[in-house]
DNA sequence: CGGGAAGTTGAAGAGCGTCAAAAGTAGTGG
DNA sequence: CCACTACTTTTGACGCTCTTCAACTTCCCG
């Protein structure tokens, strides 16, 4: 479905919905898959030279999740820590009351689950077809007092996912409803770029509900102004859950709040 | 004005508002207040020892700031990082329009400054005067190459604040006014807690405009807000800009969402 | 005191949410 | 291949929370 997907059809496919960690039954070891990793460049693990790709290599395991599949739900031990291969996963807070606020979409090359707490602080879920790396928590501070360079990336991931936060906040905040849409549209199409896949028709395999939750808006506002936005000429919806960006200098301008 | 600022009766006072980075002007240097700090507890700098804190002071530069002043602007090169010592330091975005998003306020103890971009990407301002040491970041990245630990102690500061962002992105998202407000007394009152200051009556220095841009309100509806909170009798206004929580259980299960 | 900023309160309005229904899309099985 | 179903998306009407605009009050600090 997703044509992110397709890179990972040597994985071995997954059942339907199930509980937490199961996916942990579906993983499975290949021999030396890190240096030939399609994400590697974009990842973490980028920092590492062959031999200490091969440390990584006996630690990690693989999973792949179907759409819809949890991954983890926020509260349970957070024993590991994961990188996004292939398709997307949304990361989400809910409120008592089922509000629900997502945190942000993980894409190929992604790093997801960093936190000093002992708990998963958010949940993950598989918005499309996903396949994932994952290596025990333990042994990536192992990993990280070995390869200083590892530290200096991870140090790295994190001030960058910093500033996408605050940025969000700004979104989130201060922004219209116009502008959340565009600010989005443009996120996740410079986001394809940076991982050399096309950036316009825009890819979005997240529901309006997804989009929804991630702007602060309802499914509803969030259709309304994509039919807004389409009325202006500044997108064209395509087949495949594409977006074609018809007039970026517009959306730029719109996304930036002039 | 702030009983923050204190502990900080013994730093040259400042002058009045003044360009970027003229506070420089006014920094000087003591013999060896850092193993005397008294936020060295509750700082990255925690994790170095007397030796390492002698290479630390050689480095870092002291400042002080009164209530309004900038320390610096988004866009502006990102040579220094920061460590507040004393007050609180308000940190935003802007829309060009003039819509403002504070990303966060700084207590003592906090550091300022992390990023991977050479620009800052955001606006940091004194909300009440303050004091802060200051380093350049060239002299960061050498420490962090010889102290790992400091390293380390640095993407335990980073994911902090990404969780602290996370729940921000929850509140701005999907929470009410009410819950907004109620989150954030709390969250004063809890970091003030963790400073081992009084955190009730929690003490809030930044103005309602302040308040409401960092909640994404207006400040008439913060003060609503206020207005409505005491009518519940949940808090009560006291004089010096301290509020006290009168009922913190039920402002615990609002600020949640139930 | 007195002047200016910050805070409060009120009335009116807008943007987005809620509720409801229709239209489109995808998956399933005969 | 088409019908059936279930879900997602779109559209409409209405309502509510929060914003806007404005006046008034309180609080500081000189």
């Known amino acids: ?142 990993l990280l007092d070995r390869f200083p360079k590892l530290e200096k990336q991870l140090l790295n991931v994190a001030s960058n996912e910093l500033a996408i936060a605050q940025d969000q906040m700004l979104l989130l905040g201060r922004k219209t409803a116009k502008e959340k849409v565009a600010s989005m549209l443009l996120m996740v199409s410079k986001r394809a770029r940076d991982r050399g896949q096309t950036d316009n028709p825009v890819f979005m395999p997240m529901t309006r509900s997804d989009i929804g939750d991630y702007l602060g808006l309802t499914t509803e506002t969030v259709s309304r102004t994509f039919t807004q936005l389409k009325g202006d000429e500044l997108i064209a919806m395509e087949r495949g859950n594409r977006i074609s960006l018809a007039n970026l200098e517009a959306l730029e301008e719109i996304a930036e709040g002039y």
């Open 1 to 142: 479905m997703s044509d992110l997907g397709k890179r990972d059809a040597f994985l071995k496919p997954s059942a339907g919905s199930e509980p937490l960690e199961a996916a942990q039954s579906r993983s499975f070891h290949l021999e030396s898959p890190c240096h030939a990793c399609p994400v590697r460049p974009l990842s973490v693990c980028n920092s590492l030279d062959l031999d200490e790709l091969q440390h990584l290599e006996r630690i990690i395991t693989r999973l792949s999740l179907d759409q819809g599949d949890p991954l983890f739900d926020e509260g349970e031990p957070a024993n590991h820590v994961f990188n996004v291969t292939g398709g997307c996963i949304k990361v989400y807070k809910l409120l008592p009351d089922g509000r629900r606020q997502i945190i942000g979409f993980l894409f190929p090359g992604d790093f997801l689950g960093l936190a000093i707490t002992d708990e998963y602080a958010y949940s993950a879920e598989a918005v499309s077809a996903s396949s994932l790396c994952r290596m025990p928590r333990r042994d990536l501070d192992v």
